[in-house]
């Protein structure tokens, strides 16, 4: 699912002039990137949280050359599923009502 498929489902399930639908999709992702970005964490119960994680600096290697390089200390968001959504995405999904329909990923999740 894309954020045009979500913004098309808002606005076709709350009955929302397609316009609006994307306004509140927008302003919902910019609230939680601002979040992330203050190193604040977010809970939405029985979907999942999202906090950030710190990394050091370390050093890698190239895969292609085999050459050690630096990689600088980051800060990465991190999606951590919740409970409820987890036992649905088991179940096969088949409850569509729920706020967890949809079938989309999280780049990062973790168990």
């Given at each position: 699912?894309?954020?045009?498929?979500?913004?098309?489902?808002?606005?076709?399930?709350?009955?929302?002039?397609?316009?609006?639908?994307?306004?509140?999709?927008?302003?919902?992702?910019?609230?939680?990137?601002?979040?992330?970005?203050?190193?604040?964490?977010?809970?939405?119960?029985?979907?999942?949280?999202?906090?950030?994680?710190s990394y050091k600096e370390y050093q890698?290697?190239?895969?292609?050359?085999?050459?050690?390089?630096?990689?600088?200390?980051?800060?990465?968001?991190?999606?951590?599923?919740?409970?409820?959504?987890r036992e649905r995405v088991n179940s096969?999904?088949?409850?569509?009502?729920?706020?967890?329909?949809?079938?989309?990923?999280?780049?990062?999740?973790?168990?």
């Amino acid at each position: 699912m894309t954020k045009a498929d979500l913004i098309d489902l808002i606005a076709e399930r709350a009955k929302l002039p397609h316009g609006r639908a994307e306004l509140l999709i927008c302003q919902m992702f910019d609230s939680m990137v601002d979040a992330l970005c203050r190193g604040e964490g977010i809970e939405i119960r029985g979907f999942g949280s999202f906090s950030i994680r710190s990394y050091k600096e370390y050093q890698g290697r190239n895969p292609r050359t085999g050459e050690a390089v630096r990689v600088r200390p980051k800060r990465l968001a991190f999606f951590k599923v919740g409970k409820e959504l987890r036992e649905r995405v088991n179940s096969g999904g088949d409850d569509t009502n729920g706020v967890a329909s949809g079938g989309s990923t999280a780049e990062g999740s973790g168990t």
